[in-house]
Nanobody, 117 residues
Framework: QVQLVESGGGLVQPGGSLLLSCEASGSTTSLKTMGWYRQAPGKQRELVAT?????GINYADSVAGRFTISGDNAMVYLQMNNLKPEDTAIYYC?????????????WGQGTQVTVSS
């Protein structure tokens, strides 16, 4: 089993920066993909950025050039710069197991990011 725990959310002014961290525990070598999704009030959960072993990095168009994802087998980070009010959401750490191991998705509990003056 894999568990994901996020940290680093909070309140920041427009134009500011935040660093989100996610620590994976358990069978971390079973993770093919790690990344971040977010859900704003009244909206569906959406992809922010993912990093996949042997495949690379993917960003949502809305955050490309402002956010940077990085990590290794057990940690994934999201450096968020030039934050905008529309970035306000609950940010969820995401993991996906290799297909050979069932391909199941794993989610963290979420961390609130609020961008407001």
């Amino acid at each position: 089993q894999v568990q994901l725990v996020e940290s680093g959310g909070g309140l920041v002014q427009p134009g500011g920066s935040l660093l989100l961290s996610c620590e994976a525990s358990g069978s971390t070598t079973s993770l093919k993909t790690m990344g971040w999704y977010r859900q704003a009030p009244g909206k569906q959960r959406e992809l922010v950025a993912t990093i996949t072993r042997a495949a690379g990095i993917n960003y949502a168009d809305s955050v490309a050039g402002r956010f940077t994802i990085s990590g290794d087998n057990a940690m994934v980070y999201l450096q968020m710069n030039n934050l905008k009010p529309e970035d306000t959401a609950i940010y969820y750490c995401y993991g996906a197991l290799f297909q050979a191991l069932g391909g199941r998705s794993v989610w963290g509990q979420g961390t609130q990011v609020t961008v407001s003056s």
